[in-house]
């Protein structure tokens, strides 16, 4: 099993912040290690209150299942194999914005989750921040 360290944390949370900038949207990003704990919480100038629990419940939710977690959403839907999910672990939230965290073998050592703007933004900035990671 992988551990994150504070640095590799830092750094992903930078290039999700970088994104971000570019795309003119406040943010939250939540870092969690590979059992869901937080790493790193990095909230921009003027990210919403409610994000902070929202990013860090969208990392917890791709730390545990090892998927993006609108992956999660789209099967815990009403007759889907892992519907009400979002109800486990303390609350799981299941749409856009929370990717595992995996090196170049491919395995999960964490995982971002973002929340301040829009799904596909949030989508668009947790994923560059996963980018940056592959170790």
């Given at each position: ?18 994104k ?30 409610g ?41 799981l ?43």
């Amino acid at each position: 099993m992988a551990k994150i360290g504070s640095a590799t944390a830092k750094s992903v949370a930078d290039a999700a912040t970088k994104k971000a900038a570019e795309l003119r949207v406040a943010v939250t990003i939540a870092i969690v290690d590979d059992g869901g704990h937080l790493k790193t919480l990095l909230r921009m100038d003027d990210a919403i209150l409610g994000s902070i629990d929202i990013a860090q419940k969208k990392a917890k939710a791709s730390a545990y299942f090892n998927v993006n977690s609108e992956v999660l959403g789209q099967a815990s839907q009403p007759g889907g194999p892992f519907y009400g999910v979002e109800n486990s672990n303390g609350g799981l939230i299941t749409f856009s914005g929370g990717v595992p965290l995996k090196d170049a073998a491919g395995a999960v050592w964490g995982a971002i989750g973002v929340s301040g703007g829009l799904p596909d933004q949030d989508g668009a900035i947790a994923r560059a921040g996963a980018e940056s990671s592959l170790l």
